[in-house]
C-alpha cells in the first residue's frame, strides 16, 4: 500500500491500494473513490472485461472471459447482451480479485441465430466528458458603415480570411461558420 499522504485523499475507498490482480505496476494514481494504474507495457488499469457467448439451438447457454476478464472490479458489472437475432437473453457477471471469472445466464432468451455481441461494464472509473464545437456562431458589435474583414485561427499566430469583406448594415452582425475550415479563434479588423 502507497502511503495516503503521497497521493492525497482519505483512503475511504482503497484508492490507495494498486488493483486486484495486477503486475508490472510502474504508477498508480488516486481519485475520489478509484485507483489506475499505469503497467510497464503502457496498459492503464483498471480494464474492462471482454466475453463470448455460445449459442446452442438458439439459445444463449454460456459466455466466456476473453483477454484475462479485465482487472479493477469491485462489484459484479452490468452483463448486456444485444443483436445475433434473438431477444430476452440475460447473465450475471462472476468476479475474483478483481477480474471477471464467468458468468451465470439468468435467462437464455429465444430465437439466436448468431453468436450476439456481450458487453460488459468497465470497472469504477471517473466520469468524462468531452465537447468538440463543429459549428460556431460569431456575434459582433460593430460600427455601422465601415468595412470589416473577418479572420479565423487555431493556434492564435497564424490568421487566414475566414468570411468575404463585408459593410455594416446593422450594428450587430452574426455569422456562422464550420470550425473545422475557419478556425476556433476569430478576430476581426476594420479596413479603411
Known sequence: MVAPSLL????????TNVPVGLSEVVAIAAGRSHTVALKSDGLVGPNGATAKA?????????MNAIGGGGHGYTLPPLVVIKGGGGSNA???AIISEGRVTGFKVTNPGIDYTSEPKVLIASPPFSRELAIE???VN???RLVLGRKYQL???????????????FVTESENVTQEFVVAES???????ELL
Do not use: C, E
Request: aromatic share 8%; glycine share 12%; no cysteine.
Open 90 to 92: 440475460a447473465a450475471t
Open 8 to 15: 492525497g485523499g482519505d483512503h475511504n475507498s482503497g484508492q
Open 151 to 165: 479572420q479565423g485561427s487555431n493556434d492564435l499566430k497564424i490568421w487566414n480570411v475566414s468570411a468575404p469583406l
Open 183 to 189: 478556425g476556433r479563434y476569430f478576430r476581426v479588423v
Open 138 to 140: 460569431v456575434n459582433m
Open 133 to 135: 464545437v463543429s459549428r
Open 54 to 62: 455460445q449459442v446452442v439451438n438458439d439459445f444463449v447457454v454460456g
